[in-house]
């Protein structure tokens, strides 16, 4: 094929995948499973007829693809999510995946009639979720997840490629030599892969940091430069000997919660970047499967999905968070969402890269593993959180906003606008009023347009559902406002059900309470607060709508600021006396 044919080839695949893309989220399906499935059928089996066995290129595309896509993640991961998702996400990026790997190997192990180290191989290939399909699938699924269960997938599926990566070029060597397994060595491997992941990662992030600062580029230029600058440390580390993966991930966990004026058009050309490195991988790893080789071994690659979705990891969950405040389907929920992905299927072409014997054995089941696990929990993402009732309502948000001061020797300034939902609201007097401002400078209203025209606002303008506000404002005080403006929306049947009718501040003291709503006053500390009690009931990793029973009333955790509880729902269970 010439160069014209191969883009025109390119180019119509990927138009057609985007296009149907639009099918798949109204039937529920995974959107990277259009992509995947539109590379088989160009394939060499397919419509297409295309011939394509290049396991080196698609190789490097994988990581190239894989870099890319954690950059992007790491750029959408709130460091907030750390306190109260980081430990937990550590512990199942390690010892979850190599419960998965030993579980799972022994179980393939068993069931082709191999030996155990060629099982543990293909347990180490399959044993860490995929970044790119958790990044997608949680960010598009339309549910809201609380704090502690979204940021404990999201950084877990960051983290959890230096132990899979690890474990696999450690067995393939071991594989291809006669030499035992030294375990101190494989414990020093581990080490030196996270510490200079981590610490490359950091110091990197804070350079670009700086560099994006001080220098002046166009505008379209700087989400190539954190691009170019990502890669560069991705590949840096792995040469070094480190984790490249964790690496990259962490510079865009460090770019993305920096203060950065142009962070924002920044995240929409990396978050494009991003879906083009998806599409291309995901396509390019669907022209190299031939689909009747997955049948060979068909039905022992279903038993191996099974066992892997419904024992493997929901063990390797459970062990993993016991030392943790989870609740049972909270962990239930984590173990379901243990996609597969991307990245079980570039390991798989380590064995083939290296000539082990049955390596296309290996990739043929892990391809069938991950198109089992996308069909089956990429397309129950949602249905799962509502069943298991961990979604929690979105909070009021502006829709848009500009940084307009944003650097680390000011405080913050920025323009959002809002839409409003509430009615009888007067400018400016209730909203400045309403707002409790711990910054130098008050919230300033900009504008008011309605019906896409500005208008005059005086002491007298009222607000009318669908009017939009532009104010100014330091990000400490978005929240406050945006509940001013969407006060109509909180009263809804879902906030009501979820939060409760009522809501009073963390500090209200208990006693009062029970007072109020007729709940016993029997052994009650008079000075311990609403808060105090959430907190002691549910440990210190408190999150949004965590609750508590005290008596005939539902206390649900409505606004967190840091640690501390501000806002607490009440619901009544039942008539008080």
């Given at each position: 094929?010439?160069?014209?044919?191969?883009?025109?080839l390119?180019?119509?695949?990927?138009?057609v995948?985007?296009l149907?893309?639009?099918?798949?989220?109204?039937?529920?399906?995974?959107?990277?499973l259009?992509?995947?499935?539109?590379?088989?059928?160009?394939?060499?089996?397919g419509?297409?007829?295309?011939n394509?066995?290049?396991?080196?290129?698609?190789?490097?595309?994988?990581?190239l693809?894989l870099?890319v896509?954690?950059?992007?993640?790491?750029?959408?991961?709130?460091?907030?999510?750390?306190r109260?998702?980081l430990?937990?996400?550590?512990?199942l990026a390690t010892?979850?995946?190599?419960f998965?790997?030993?579980?799972?190997?022994?179980?393939?192990?068993?069931?082709?009639d191999v030996?155990l180290?060629?099982?543990l191989?293909?347990?180490?290939?399959v044993?860490?979720?995929?970044a790119?399909a958790?990044?997608?699938?949680?960010r598009?699924?339309g549910?809201k997840l609380n704090?502690r269960v979204?940021?404990?997938?999201?950084?877990e599926s960051?983290?959890?490629d230096p132990?899979a990566?690890?474990l696999?070029?450690?067995l393939?060597?071991l594989?291809?030599?006669?030499?035992?397994?030294?375990?101190?060595?494989?414990?020093?491997?581990?080490v030196?892969?996270f510490a200079l992941?981590i610490?490359f990662?950091?110091?990197?992030?804070?350079?670009l940091?700086?560099?994006?600062?001080?220098?002046?580029?166009?505008?379209?230029?700087?989400?190539?430069?954190?691009?170019?600058?990502g890669?560069?440390?991705?590949?840096?580390?792995?040469?070094l000997g480190?984790?490249?993966?964790?690496?990259?991930?962490?510079?865009?966990?460090t770019?993305?919660?920096?203060r950065?004026k142009?962070?924002?058009?920044?995240?929409?050309?990396?978050?494009g970047l991003?879906?083009?490195?998806?599409?291309?991988?995901?396509?390019?790893?669907?022209?190299?499967?031939t689909?009747?080789?997955?049948l060979t071994?068909?039905?022992q690659a279903v038993?191996?999905a099974?066992?892997?979705?419904?024992?493997?990891r929901p063990?390797?969950?459970?062990v993993?968070?016991?030392?943790?405040?989870?609740r049972?389907p909270?962990?239930l929920?984590?173990?379901?969402?243990?996609?597969?992905?991307?990245v079980p299927i570039?390991l798989?072409?380590?064995?083939?890269i290296?000539?082990l014997t049955?390596?296309?054995l290996?990739f043929?089941?892990?391809?069938t593993v991950v198109?089992?696990?996308?069909?089956l929990?990429?397309s129950?993402?949602?249905?799962?959180a509502?069943?298991?009732k961990i979604v929690?309502?979105?909070?009021?948000?502006?829709?848009?906003?500009?940084a307009?001061i944003?650097?680390?020797?000011?405080?913050a300034?920025?323009?959002?606008?809002?839409?409003?939902?509430?009615e009888g609201i007067r400018i400016p007097g209730?909203i400045?009023?309403?707002?409790?401002?711990e910054?130098?400078?008050t919230p300033?209203?900009?504008?008011?347009?309605?019906?896409h025209?500005?208008?005059?606002?005086?002491?007298?303008?009222?607000?009318q559902?669908?009017?939009?506000?532009?104010?100014?404002?330091h990000p400490s005080?978005?929240n406050?406002?945006?509940?001013?403006?969407s006060?109509?929306a909180?009263?809804?049947f879902?906030?009501?059900?979820?939060?409760?009718e009522?809501?009073v501040?963390?500090?209200?003291?208990?006693?009062d309470?029970?007072?109020?709503y007729?709940v016993?006053?029997d052994?009650?500390?008079?000075?311990?607060?609403?808060?105090?009690?959430?907190?002691?009931?549910?440990?210190k990793?408190?999150?949004v709508?965590?609750?508590?029973?005290?008596?005939?009333l539902?206390?649900?955790?409505?606004?967190?600021n840091?640690?501390q509880?501000?806002?607490?729902g009440?619901?009544l269970?039942?008539?008080?006396?």
């Open positions: 094929m010439d160069t014209n044919g191969f883009i025109f390119a180019g119509i695949l990927l138009l995948s985007i149907a893309s639009s099918f798949t989220v109204r039937v529920g399906l995974p959107l990277l259009v992509f995947l499935g539109m590379g088989m059928l160009a394939g060499e089996e419509i297409g007829g295309l394509f066995d290049n396991t080196d290129m698609s190789f490097f595309v994988g990581n693809a870099a896509i954690l950059l992007d993640g790491g750029m959408q991961t709130q460091t907030s999510t750390f109260v998702a430990w937990p996400s550590l512990s010892l979850g995946v190599v998965t790997t030993a579980s799972v190997g022994t179980f393939a192990a068993w069931l082709l030996k180290i060629y099982g191989l293909l347990g180490a290939i044993g860490s979720t995929d790119a958790v990044f997608s699938l949680l598009n699924s549910v704090e979204g940021g404990t997938l999201e950084i960051g983290a959890n132990m990566i690890l696999v070029v450690m393939t060597g594989m291809q030599s006669a030499e035992p397994l030294s375990v101190m060595a494989f414990l020093g491997q581990m030196q892969q992941g610490a990662g950091l110091l990197g992030g804070r350079l940091l700086m560099v994006l600062r001080r220098v002046p580029l166009i505008e379209g230029l700087y989400a190539l430069l954190i691009i170019s600058f890669l560069a440390v991705f590949a840096g580390v792995n040469m480190g984790s490249g993966f964790l690496a990259v991930y962490l510079v865009g966990l770019v993305g919660n920096g950065i142009q962070l924002d058009a920044i995240s929409q050309v990396m978050d991003a879906w083009l490195a998806q599409a291309g991988m995901f396509l390019l790893l669907g022209l190299l499967v689909p009747s080789s997955l071994h068909g039905l038993a191996i099974a066992f892997l979705i419904f024992v493997a063990l390797a969950v459970f993993c968070l016991l030392p943790f405040d989870f049972w909270e962990r929920y984590i173990s379901w969402v243990g996609l597969r992905g991307a570039v798989a072409l380590y064995p083939v290296a000539g049955n390596a296309e290996l043929e089941i892990t391809f198109l089992i696990s996308l069909l929990q990429g129950t993402v949602p249905h799962m509502r069943w298991l929690v309502p979105p909070a009021p948000a502006p829709t848009t906003r500009y307009l944003n650097d680390e020797t000011r405080p300034l920025e323009l959002y606008e809002f839409v409003v939902q509430a209730s400045l009023q309403n707002v409790p401002s910054t130098v400078s300033q209203l900009v504008s008011l347009v309605r019906d025209q500005p208008k005059v606002v005086n002491a007298s303008t009222l607000l559902p669908e009017d939009r506000i532009w104010m100014l404002l005080d978005v406050d406002v945006a509940q001013i403006f006060q109509q909180s009263g809804s879902l906030l009501q059900n979820f939060f409760g009522f809501a501040r963390g500090d209200a003291p208990l006693i309470l029970a007072k109020v007729g016993p006053l052994d009650l500390d008079p000075a311990e607060t609403a808060a105090e009690l959430l907190q002691r009931k549910l440990g990793s408190v999150v709508g965590d609750r508590v029973r005290f008596g005939n539902r206390l649900t955790v409505r606004q967190m840091g640690n509880i501000e806002s607490i009440l619901k269970q039942s008539k008080s006396p």
